[in-house]
C-alpha cells in the first residue's frame, strides 16, 4: 500500500474535566460579596458627591439661615427662600482661593470639606428691608427679623439703595455698608418700645 500522504497519528484522548457546582453557602458568599463592593464604592462616591454638591448649591443670590457650628467658631448654614423670615442672610459673592469678597461688612462664611483646603467664601449681607425689624442685630448667628410690634424688636431697619455712605444714619445707628454689585448702606436704628 503506498500513499503520498503522509503519516497521521491518531489524535490524542481529550481529557474528561469535571465540573464543580459551587456549594449554595460559597454562591451566596460571592454574591454578598459583589453586592457589600458596589455599596460600599457606591456610599463613598455619594458621600464625596453630597459634600461637594452641598458647598455648589449655595450661590449668589441664594439666602441662607446661619447658626453656629458645633465647635463654635465654624457656622452650620442652610439654604432657604429669600421671603422667609429666618432668612436672614443673602448671598452677595461667592469668592474662590486667592479671590476676596467685596468691600463692605460682609459676614465671610469658608464652604469646606473635612480635612482639606477652603473650597469657597460665601460673602454674606444681611437680607433685610426698610421696614423690617431686628433682634440680636451685633450677634452674626443670633440675628434674627421679628416683627416691630414684637417684645424684644431692637432696631428698625432703613435701607439706602444704591448708596454706601455711613452718613446716611443717624447717630447711634447700627451700620451695614455693602459695596459690590448691590451697593447699599443699613441702617439698624434702636426701637423706642424694645
Same mark, same amino acid.
Given at each position: 500500500?503506498?500513499?503520498?500522504?503522509?503519516?497521521? *497519528?491518531?489524535?490524542?484522548?481529550?481529557?474528561?474535566?469535571? +465540573?464543580?457546582?459551587?456549594?449554595?453557602?460559597?454562591?451566596?458568599?460571592?454574591?454578598?460579596?459583589?453586592?457589600? *463592593?458596589?455599596?460600599?464604592?457606591? $456610599?463613598?462616591?455619594?458621600?464625596?458627591?453630597?459634600?461637594v454638591?452641598?458647598?455648589? *448649591?449655595?450661590?449668589?443670590?441664594?439666602?441662607?439661615?446661619?447658626?453656629?457650628?458645633?465647635? $463654635?467658631?465654624d457656622?452650620?448654614?442652610?439654604?432657604?427662600s429669600?421671603?422667609?423670615?429666618?432668612?436672614?442672610? %443673602?448671598?452677595?459673592?461667592?469668592v474662590?482661593? $486667592?479671590?476676596?469678597?467685596?468691600?463692605?461688612?460682609?459676614?465671610?462664611?469658608?464652604?469646606?470639606?473635612?480635612?482639606?483646603?477652603?473650597?469657597?467664601?460665601?460673602?454674606?449681607?444681611?437680607?433685610?428691608?426698610? $421696614?423690617?425689624?431686628?433682634?440680636?442685630?451685633?450677634s !452674626?448667628?443670633?440675628?434674627? %427679623?421679628i416683627?416691630?410690634?414684637? %417684645?424684644?424688636? !431692637?432696631?428698625?431697619? +432703613?435701607?439706602?439703595?444704591?448708596?454706601? !455712605?455711613?452718613?446716611?444714619?443717624?447717630?447711634?445707628?447700627? +451700620?451695614?455698608?455693602?459695596?459690590?454689585?448691590?451697593? %447699599?448702606?443699613?441702617?439698624?436704628?434702636p426701637?423706642?418700645?424694645?
Amino acid at each position: 500500500m503506498s500513499t503520498n500522504e503522509p503519516f497521521m *497519528a491518531p489524535a490524542p484522548p481529550v481529557p474528561e474535566v469535571e +465540573i464543580k457546582r459551587l456549594a449554595t453557602g460559597a454562591k451566596i458568599g460571592i454574591t454578598l460579596g459583589v453586592v457589600f *463592593a458596589f455599596l460600599l464604592s457606591f $456610599g463613598v462616591s455619594m458621600l464625596f458627591f453630597r459634600v461637594v454638591s452641598v458647598a455648589s *448649591a449655595v450661590g449668589t443670590g441664594d439666602c441662607l439661615t446661619l447658626k453656629s457650628g458645633t465647635d $463654635g467658631h465654624d457656622y452650620d448654614y442652610r439654604k432657604t427662600s429669600c421671603s422667609r423670615d429666618e432668612a436672614i442672610y %443673602r448671598v452677595e459673592a461667592r469668592v474662590f482661593p $486667592g479671590a476676596s469678597c467685596p468691600a463692605g461688612d460682609f459676614l465671610k462664611v469658608k464652604t469646606a470639606t473635612d480635612h482639606s483646603e477652603p473650597l469657597s467664601t460665601l460673602c454674606l449681607a444681611l437680607n433685610v428691608d426698610t $421696614g423690617d425689624c431686628v433682634r440680636n442685630a451685633d450677634s !452674626e448667628t443670633a440675628v434674627e %427679623r421679628i416683627s416691630c410690634a414684637a %417684645r424684644g424688636a !431692637e432696631v428698625r431697619v +432703613i435701607v439706602h439703595r444704591y448708596s454706601v !455712605e455711613p452718613d446716611l444714619c443717624s447717630s447711634g445707628d447700627h +451700620i451695614r455698608v455693602y459695596e459690590g454689585p448691590y451697593e %447699599r448702606t443699613i441702617c439698624l436704628t434702636p426701637v423706642t418700645n424694645a
